[in-house]
């Protein structure tokens, strides 16, 4: 799952070209911070929808699904009264099973790969490891991201 230069070159493969349909639009620099996940999002959606020829080709759905099973983990998490920033293992598990449907997901459709490719989202998923700054940072640009698919155009067919 770690080994993303391959999992791209797979993705090459397959196609015949690039990871963006033959678009040879550089993917945009993100960083994803509490001070960037906006603009961050916006770049990646604008990325995404120039690469396609001005199209969103993943759907509201794809990327509701997505944000859907994290808001039960943020659910989640805002009724854990523990303190601190370490998350409980319970919840740890549901993350890593998180990142493993956003893998399954990009297996099965190359538009959903292209998204997480570009947003970097499973990269993200990986860098809570435990803490709850992180998944809340995560959470808020998985939020950002749904919002500008929808601003830009997206669609659910």
């Known amino acids: 799952m770690n080994d993303r230069k391959s999992w791209g070159n797979q ?36 990325h995404l ?12 759905s794809q ?4 944000l859907s099973m994290a808001a039960d983990i943020y659910n989640q998490l805002l009724t854990d ?13 549901r993350i890593d099973y998180l990142r493993v449907r956003c893998v399954y997901s990009a297996g099965r459709d190359n538009d959903v790969r292209d998204f997480l490719d570009v947003s970097k989202l499973t990269e993200q998923i990986g860098k809570i490891a435990g803490s709850r700054k992180m998944f809340m940072l995560f959470y808020r640009y998985m939020e950002a991201l749904v919002a500008y698919h929808r601003f830009h155009g997206g669609k659910d067919n």
Do not use: F, W
């Not at 678009?23 to 906006?38: A, C, G, H, N």
């Not at 929808?49 to 509201?60: H, S, Y």
């Not at 990327?63 to 997505?66: K, S, V, Y």
């Open 11 to 46: 993705n090459q493969n397959r196609r015949g070209g690039d990871q963006h349909g033959g678009s040879s639009l550089p993917k945009p620099d993100i960083k994803i911070t509490e001070s960037s996940y906006v603009e961050d999002a916006e770049k990646v959606i604008l």
């Open 49 to 60: 929808k120039n690469a396609n020829g001005g199209r969103l080709k993943i759907t509201t």
């Open 63 to 66: 990327l509701r699904n997505i």
């Open 81 to 93: 009264d523990s303190c601190g920033d370490a998350l409980q293992p319970e919840i740890s598990q």
